[in-house]
């Protein structure tokens, strides 16, 4: 499976209401320096929203490169309305970050 192939894969296993990094994206794709390639990836996503990119964020909760309808605006409003928490502009990780407990298999 090519890293584009696991990287959408496994943004689809985020569930509603939580949010991941792309570095954290990148490391689960086995690739932990790609976090810039998981961005790209985010920006051109075939197939938002079965592959549910705006629930991808900066490290530091910081809502970045928003390619789908409304922009960054669009993307916390959907986020919002899953249920995700923010702390001020920014996710509140502490509280919806996805920290998965199980490997993927990929």
Known sequence: ???RAQVYEITK?????KVATYGQLAKLAGKPKAA???GSL?????????TP???VVARDGSLTGYSGKGGITGKKSMLLNEGVLFKKNKVNLK??????KKSFGI
């Open 42 to 50: 985010m920006r051109t996503n075939p197939n938002a929203p079965r």
């Open 1 to 3: 499976m090519t890293f």
């Open 13 to 17: 296993k985020i569930p509603r209401g």
């Open 95 to 100: 509280l919806s970050h996805w920290l998965p």
């Open 53 to 55: 990119c705006h629930r």
């Open 36 to 38: 810039r390639a998981v």
